[in-house]
């Protein structure tokens, strides 16, 4: 038992080196793409090589030396790490194979894994994530749109033209609500220093609070919008490190299934009330009393943002 702990906090302390430049992915990372091939893969793979991402290559089983999209295809992850210096992964993977995706990646060297893939089983997930632990690597996902450092790097779905290069950090549960979120930032006259879609299931890589604290202590972020949904503790957990953190830089938060009935799963697999503090207004409710800036509708982050980012000035 001690020696996962000890695996733990080393893990939490790699993490925290490995972005000591930017938060996870910036104009450097070596990206590869598993799945390179498929039609999700492809389509996806184009839009990140237009936004200007470090695309270096790709993974297909099988079709290892070949090209696709004018870049190299590798049958394994290994073999682009060795190749091509590869250091990051995106992941579009069917269901039933992502998981083992995830655990070749890290086993070979990769060091931040975004996995987009929705639908992964999660007794494949808890397998996954265990088998990771140790290896020196951050998860962002399952079911996630990505991470996205203006101007730097898209290794994600998102649609990159909403996100303008500034100091505002974004955690995000939802897909949607990030890119909601980047457009009210944008529009209040700020910009986006990075954008981590965390994933909507019950079992992802890295919680609300990890991706909080790697923006908490990113020199280049001033600020933070964070979002989550009804659902789980992360958020709580992530407000409660805030406050005990000392509230260094401003944090605006929503809670998005404001009206959700309990009992039933609002869109993400992790998004169902499951007791009284699961609820969107528990959670705002604690948000509220550590110091987190509640909004009540998304339309509001721009404003409150600048308002709290000219106070803290």
Same mark, same amino acid.
């Given at each position: /038992?001690?020696?996962? #702990?000890?695996?733990?906090?080393?893990?939490?302390?790699?993490?925290?080196?490995? @972005?000591?430049?930017?938060?996870?992915?910036?104009?450097?990372?070596?990206?590869?793409?598993?799945?390179?091939?498929? +039609?999700?893969? +492809?389509?996806?793979?184009? $839009? /990140?090589?237009?936004?200007?991402?470090?695309?270096?290559?790709?993974?297909?089983?099988?079709?290892?030396? +070949?090209?696709?999209?004018?870049?190299?295809?590798?049958?394994?992850?290994?073999?682009?790490?060795?190749?091509? *210096?590869?250091?990051?992964?995106?992941?579009?993977?069917? &269901?039933?194979?992502?998981? %083992?995706?995830?655990?070749?990646?890290?086993?070979?060297?990769?060091?931040?894994?975004?996995?987009?893939?929705?639908?992964? &089983?999660? $007794?494949? /997930?808890?397998?996954?994530?265990?088998?990771?632990?140790?290896?020196?690597?951050?998860? @962002?996902?399952?079911?996630?749109?990505?991470?996205?450092?203006?101007?730097?790097?898209?290794?994600?779905?998102?649609? *990159?033209?909403?996100?303008?290069?500034?100091?505002? *950090?974004?955690?995000?549960?939802?897909?949607?609500?990030?890119?909601?979120?980047? %457009?009210?930032?944008? #529009?209040?006259? =700020?910009?986006?220093?990075?954008? @981590?879609?965390?994933?909507?299931?019950?079992?992802?890589?890295?919680?609300?609070?990890?991706?909080?604290? =790697?923006?908490?202590? %990113?020199?280049?972020?001033?600020?933070?919008?964070? @979002?989550?949904?009804?659902?789980?503790?992360?958020?709580?957990?992530?407000?409660?490190?805030?406050?005990?953190?000392?509230?260094? #830089? &401003?944090?605006?938060?929503?809670?998005?299934?404001?009206?959700?009935?309990?009992?039933?799963? /609002? *869109?993400?697999?992790?998004?169902?009330?499951?007791?009284?503090?699961?609820?969107?207004?528990?959670?705002?409710?604690?948000?509220?009393?550590?110091?987190?800036?509640?909004?009540?509708?998304?339309? $509001?982050?721009?404003?409150?943002?600048?308002?709290?980012?000219?106070?803290?000035?």
């Amino acid at each position: /038992m001690k020696a996962l #702990k000890d695996a733990a906090n080393n893990q939490s302390k790699n993490n925290l080196l490995l @972005i000591k430049m930017s938060v996870l992915v910036n104009k450097n990372s070596k990206v590869i793409v598993q799945g390179f091939t498929g +039609t999700e893969g +492809t389509f996806h793979a184009t $839009q /990140m090589i237009e936004y200007g991402t470090n695309v270096v290559g790709g993974v297909t089983p099988g079709k290892g030396g +070949t090209t696709h999209l004018e870049k190299p295809v590798f049958n394994t992850v290994a073999d682009a790490v060795k190749q091509a *210096g590869a250091n990051t992964s995106i992941i579009f993977v069917p &269901p039933a194979y992502a998981a %083992d995706a995830i655990m070749e990646a890290a086993e070979a060297g990769i060091k931040v894994i975004v996995c987009i893939t929705e639908g992964i &089983p999660i $007794q494949d /997930m808890v397998k996954a994530k265990e088998y990771i632990k140790d290896k020196n690597c951050t998860l @962002i996902g399952p079911n996630c749109p990505g991470v996205i450092t203006p101007d730097e790097a898209k290794v994600g779905i998102m649609p *990159g033209f909403v996100f303008k290069k500034g100091r505002v *950090g974004i955690v995000s549960k939802s897909g949607t609500l990030t890119y909601e979120a980047a %457009d009210q930032i944008v #529009k209040a006259g =700020l910009g986006v220093s990075t954008a @981590i879609g965390i994933g909507g299931d019950p079992v992802i890589g890295t919680s609300t609070k990890q991706a909080v604290e =790697l923006l908490m202590n %990113d020199p280049e972020t001033d600020s933070i919008v964070m @979002i989550g949904e009804i659902g789980g503790g992360m958020e709580a957990e992530a407000a409660r490190w805030i406050k005990a953190n000392g509230n260094k #830089k &401003p944090v605006v938060g929503f809670i998005a299934g404001q009206t959700a009935p309990a009992g039933r799963r /609002m *869109g993400h697999a992790g998004a169902i009330v499951g007791g009284h503090d699961d609820t969107a207004a528990a959670k705002m409710k604690i948000l509220k009393e550590c110091g987190v800036l509640v909004v009540e509708s998304p339309a $509001q982050i721009g404003a409150t943002m600048a308002k709290a980012m000219s106070v803290s000035a």
